[in-house]
């Protein structure tokens, strides 16, 4: 096994523990309250989304690089890396996730455009609840999909 590939599996192990933290906290800011999180629970969530998918996106960073030495350019390169790890017609390699992860993470990335373009205090519970309720199963798809990739093809 050379050099590169056991650096790309290191880091990305690093990367889902660290996802696995953040799943965590979710979990402890959920089980605070019992209907509605509040303001500051609200915003709290907010960030650990925003950070969650800024992990999985390290993740895919490394693999682009891997495989392509780079990443995609201009502005819309946050939407066309996660493409990018769905799209089937790579020629350097298959897809990294499948379809159900891909519209999940499709989601937190639209989700982390509006959470760094409003106020904390605009946050609406009703539009990111079930993102955050549903983080371990989404950390779980994101996890099977990729260390399976990683095992065959790195």
Known sequence: MNEE?????????????????LT???????ERFEEE?????????????????CGVERIFKRISEHYKGGLPGGENWHIELL??????KMKERRSV???KTYEDLKELLAFRHIFRNIYGFELKWDR?????????K????????????????V
């Open 138 to 153: 989404i950390l779980e798809e994101v996890k099977e999909n990729i260390t399976d990739f990683i095992s065959r093809d």
């Open 97 to 99: 996730i499948n379809k």
């Open 128 to 136: 990111f609840r079930h993102l955050s309720l549903n983080l371990d």
């Open 5 to 21: 590939n056991e650096v790309l599996k290191r880091n990305v192990k690093r990367e889902i523990s660290k996802l696995k933290e």
């Open 83 to 88: 493409d990018s790890m769905f799209n089937k």
């Open 37 to 53: 999180p509040d303001m500051v629970e609200q915003r709290a969530m907010g960030s650990i989304l925003h950070d969650f998918y």
């Open 24 to 30: 965590s906290e979710m979990k402890e800011i959920i």
